[in-house]
């Protein structure tokens, strides 16, 4: 039996409505206690003075990349990226090579995992979803009970959109029967073929095919719109648009099954940052603008939003180098994310401490039905230890990514994860 102290930090558990300085003993990788002052014969003690303690932290939205894009990324150099960061468990999307559509070969991504686990400590649990279509090609719904009990935590075609609206009433209904989200990526493809960025002023100067926020927004509205049809459980991707932020809104005051979430970079930079920074501010759903922003931001702070996600999508400098037309999309964040959080949601207010961590612990933790994201007594000791006040510089040439996509590097951020603690095995010291 393996006892372990951590103490005098300021507690944050959101679901247990505690907010204050204390101790958290962990017993044979559990939460055993949480109070002001524990008195008990341990094996190691960690003073955490001056520093917040929260529940690990959960990122529902990543891409490790593995199988089939390993010189992007691997579970092993994705997960460190994610422990690093102060992530103690991330989700894991479909579109792998192959894709994880198969009860197989979500098995093979926990198998990936678990042989990761045992060779590493800095690491994160991983989780994945299966794919709502076969290949991602929108054309035949998968095996999706046999995922399931495979071990999926939900399904999501995430990268494209089903755009047949039967076969998602079809995922939906089975969504109602058992109780799983369907993650969906909301953009109507013949309104932004071969666009590269949000359509609007700065698409037009530099002469690039824009996608208009209405392609998104008329998804979200088709999906939340089957969601109430058929009782099932839509949960909205990486919101970009303020129209998206209204329906979802909407939905929820209709009292559908809707949940969403929000990355850093589309409540941070605006469409004008792909004229300063090219392809590294090339993503999918693009970068909108000021107004769209402004909505995120009130749609985190009411609730709307649900959960703060990364859509953590390594590619390699070649692959970014290729320009605006052909570069792929997305960026990396799993090491930038809590730093964000606290420097842009926290420390302006729009989000007090514990409202945000909620929004990166047990809420995500609920929407994919998974037993983490709290301190509560007997549950696995995953936490994070935060520092409030350290500050730093983002400096990508350091990140543990394969990748090194990022708007946000040489960026100066306040408020780090300065250490992991996984199942009570630490990831790093302080």
Not at 114 to 128: I, K, M
């Amino acid at each position: 039996m393996h006892r372990t102290l951590i103490q005098n930090g300021h507690i944050i558990d959101p679901i247990n409505n505690i907010d204050e300085v204390g101790d958290i003993l962990i017993i044979d990788g559990k939460i055993a206690e949480v109070s002001g002052n524990i008195q008990a014969d341990v094996d190691d003690v960690v003073d955490v003075s001056n520093l917040t303690v929260t529940p690990g932290l959960i990122d529902m939205h990543v891409h490790l990349r593995e199988p089939g894009f390993e010189h992007k990324e691997t579970i092993c150099t994705g997960t460190a990226a994610a422990a690093a960061g102060g992530f103690t468990s991330v989700v894991c999307m479909a579109n792998t090579s192959p894709v994880t559509d198969t009860p197989d070969r979500v098995k093979n991504i926990y198998k990936i995992s678990e042989d990761n686990s045992r060779n590493t400590r800095a690491t994160a649990n991983v989780f994945t979803v299966g794919s709502i279509t076969k290949d991602l090609s929108g054309k035949e719904l998968t095996d999706i009970n046999g995922m399931l009990s495979a071990g999926a935590v939900g399904i999501s075609d995430d990268g494209v959109t089903v755009m047949n609206s039967d076969l998602m009433r079809e995922a939906l209904s089975l969504s109602a029967e058992h109780n799983f989200p369907v993650m969906v990526h909301c953009e109507e493809h013949n309104l932004n073929s071969g666009a590269v960025m949000n359509l609007g002023e700065t698409s037009r100067k530099l002469n690039l095919v824009g996608s208009p926020n209405a392609a998104e927004d008329i998804i979200v509205a088709r999906d939340i719109m089957l969601a109430e049809l058929t009782g099932g459980h839509i949960h909205i991707l990486h919101v970009s648009t303020a129209g998206a932020v209204d329906l979802v809104r909407r939905g929820k005051e209709r009292g559908i099954k809707v949940t969403a979430e929000a990355c850093p970079h589309h409540w941070i930079l605006t469409d004008e940052e792909v004229e300063k920074q090219g392809t590294n501010a090339k993503m999918h759903p693009p970068l909108r603008t000021q107004t769209d922003i402004e909505a995120i931001l009130v749609g985190l702070e009411d609730g709307t939003i649900d959960a703060i996600t990364t859509d953590h999508a390594p590619h390699t400098p070649e692959e970014k180098a290729l320009g605006m037309v052909e570069a792929p999309n997305g960026i990396i964040g799993l090491e930038t994310s809590l730093p964000l959080v606290m420097t842009t949601l926290v420390e302006t207010g729009y989000l007090s401490l514990k409202d945000a961590i909620a929004k990166m612990t047990y809420i995500p933790a609920k929407i994919v039905g998974i037993d983490r994201g709290t301190l509560s007594i007997g549950a696995r000791a995953d936490l994070t230890v935060i520092d409030r006040q350290k500050t730093d510089t983002v400096k990508v040439e350091n990140s543990l990514s394969k990748s090194r996509n990022t708007p946000f590097d040489g960026w100066e951020l306040k408020g780090w994860s300065v250490l992991t603690i996984r199942d009570g095995i630490f990831n790093h010291t302080i």
